[in-house]
């Protein structure tokens, strides 16, 4: 789940735009803002590389200590560099223990179906409503054994405690499915294959 104790220095931002913003990713820090509540909004900048390992994985919270003050924030943007895959700026919103919001949550399949069957996941992720500090990293879908034709829907997946699914009940999530077979070529194809093939030999006969 989340953490609230990932916890990171901020520091205020005074300089503005791009320049700015290009020194201080390279003196190791990522620029943010932190917004929500009514209150102002915050511009500050964060250590990069605790930064970047905590956001490894998806819906983090961060506990921000900005000159003594800490604010709960949960990461709702962030923006890469799209060669580099650096984190160029991050967007935080911040919240209150107990506070619920609304996340992705990532769909992970466990089991093996029925051999010779696969499991196709429809739906990458389920929007789900939970409390901040109690963000599942993942829902499971369990298809231990499930034969072609089996369906799992939104509203049959099992939620952490606390949390209520926003997705449509019937929403397809996972889907038991049996491979195409691959098609075979009709007589018509393989018999013009080989006279094609036999053609060629005669010529290159004949040329000798």
Known sequence: MAKATNKVIGEVREQFGKGAARKMRVAGRIPAVIYGHGAATQHISLPAHEVTLILRKANQVLTIDVDGTTELTLVKDVQRDP???????????????????HV????????????GTLAMLEVPTLRVEVEATHIPESVIVDVEGAVEGTQYLAGEIELPKGATLLDDDDLLIVNIVTPAAPALPDEDEV????ASVGGAAEEEVAAE
């Open 191 to 194: 018999e013009g294959a080989a």
């Open 104 to 115: 992705e949550v990532n769909v992970h399949i466990e089991g093996e179906p029925y051999p």
């Open 83 to 101: 060669v580099r895959r650096i984190i160029e700026h991050l967007d935080l919103v911040a919240i209150k223990k107990g506070e619920k919001v």
